[in-house]
């Protein structure tokens, strides 16, 4: 009984009787033409005409569930009321002709089993309930609804009949319940993702992989640089605590600038992140750094650093001069990393035809600088992105004895996009 009867099949049942309330307004269209075609004739007295009504309706129907919003109502329905898990289903309208077509279909036999089942609904249990009062009603007896034919007249007829009508009432749930277990197998096929829509959900995935890891990125090039840089002003401030105390407020004043700034940028990479929540994260918003800001970040790196400029770098554009940016702040970081407090670094940036070469030169400290534990993460970020950009990053010792980081960045072409 609970197959019949439990909780799943009434939800199911209900989900059937709604596809009959959907199918009413085609089957009204069918019965008017139905009737326009036999003059003066009662379609509803005639099974054979309220069938071909019924044939009439199902192909309104099947154009009706070509519309793209019927794949997410219908998905939304077959999960709620058949059972159908949310991840067998597709997410979103059927944008692509398979999709569409594939809705129609289940469309088309959810109105079509729901029909069937709400009729007999309708019908079959107030004539099951007569059945079984015919031993003790002589009225409904006597009804020509209830009339047994001659051969049926006899009392162990009378006395079968609450058993026929019960059986006809458990003969109605087994239909429902087949109806609805079909609908249920057939969810997945027909709502489920087509292969458009699940290479569109691979996609969405991938990009939604790369904002985080952009952003991971933003976060360490940003903070790491801050903690290497506070790192060694604190660790050299200690160290000339009683002896140099000018140094030492140089050094406070230098951690306070980097960790102002560094708060700033963080401050900003987050409100990306709230804001790529809710409208989708823009890359190339106003908050990133650019080359504009670089005084200030060579100002209190942490390491003295001699910079040449060559070329106007207001020409490029912004996307390139965000990253040319933040892979100097990384190249910064590895010579702090590595080199110590008595590094230095030769910084030249070129800029010409909308691209920027940059190069930067660090002391070599012997093989101390390239088996640190932990190192790496940065020099990958900057190859991917110059990779990004299209551009190329080369890193490693010079013949000179200085480590060398070269990177280039071709210019920004319009509708160039991030991935």
């Given at each position: ?5 439990g909780r799943r099949a009434r939800l199911r049942w209900l989900h059937l009787i709604i596809g009959g309330a ?222 140099d105390p000018a140094f030492v407020r140089e050094a406070l004043t230098a951690i306070e600038a980097t960790t ?12 990306l992140l709230r804001e790529g929540e809710d409208q989708g994260y823009d890359e190339d918003g106003p908050h ?132």
């Open positions: 009984m609970t197959l019949l009867l959907l199918l009413m307004p085609y089957f009204l269209v069918g019965v008017v033409a139905v009737g326009s075609y036999h003059h003066g004739t009662d379609v509803f007295s005639s099974p054979a005409d309220q069938l071909t009504a019924f044939a009439f309706a199902l192909p309104m129907a099947a154009v009706t569930g070509l519309f793209p919003l019927v794949r997410p109502l219908s998905a939304a329905a077959a999960h709620s009321l058949c059972g159908v898990p949310a991840r067998a289903l597709a997410d979103g309208p059927a944008r692509t002709r398979q999709a569409r077509v594939r809705a129609a279909g289940w469309f088309t036999l959810h109105v079509a089993l729901g029909g069937v089942v709400s009729g007999l609904t309708l019908a079959l249990p107030p004539f099951a309930v007569g059945v079984m009062l015919l031993p003790f009603s002589r009225a409904v007896r006597e009804s020509r609804t209830f009339a047994l034919p001659e051969a049926l007249d006899r009392p162990w007829a009378l006395a079968l009949a609450p058993v026929a009508g019960l059986a006809m009432l458990l003969a109605l749930a087994g239909c429902a319940t087949a109806a609805g277990a079909v609908l249920a197998r057939r969810a997945p096929v027909l709502l489920g993702p087509t292969p458009d829509d699940r290479l569109a959900a691979a996609e969405r995935r991938a990009a939604d992989l790369a904002v985080r890891n952009r952003l991971a990125r933003e976060l360490h090039d940003s903070v790491g640089h801050a903690l290497s840089a506070v790192t060694l002003q604190a660790g050299a401030a200690r160290r000339v605590l009683d002896s102002r700034r560094t708060v700033g940028e963080l401050d900003a990479v987050l409100g990133r750094p650019t080359l504009d800001a670089l005084d200030g970040l060579l100002a209190h790196c942490g390491i003295p650093v001699e910079c040449v400029k060559r070329g106007d770098p207001g020409s490029i554009p912004p996307a390139v001069s965000r990253e040319a940016y933040r892979i100097v702040q990384e190249g910064l970081s590895n010579a702090l990393r590595h080199g110590g407090s008595g590094t230095r670094a030769d910084l030249r940036i070129t800029a010409e035809a909308g691209g920027v070469e940059i190069t930067m030169d660090s002391p070599l400290p012997g093989r101390r600088a390239v088996t640190r534990p932990g190192g790496g993460r940065g020099l990958r970020g900057i190859a991917e992105r110059a990779a990004l950009l299209g551009g190329t990053a080369d890193w490693g010792p010079d013949a000179d004895g200085v480590w060398r980081l070269a990177v280039r960045l071709p210019p920004h072409r319009p509708g160039q996009e991030h991935r």
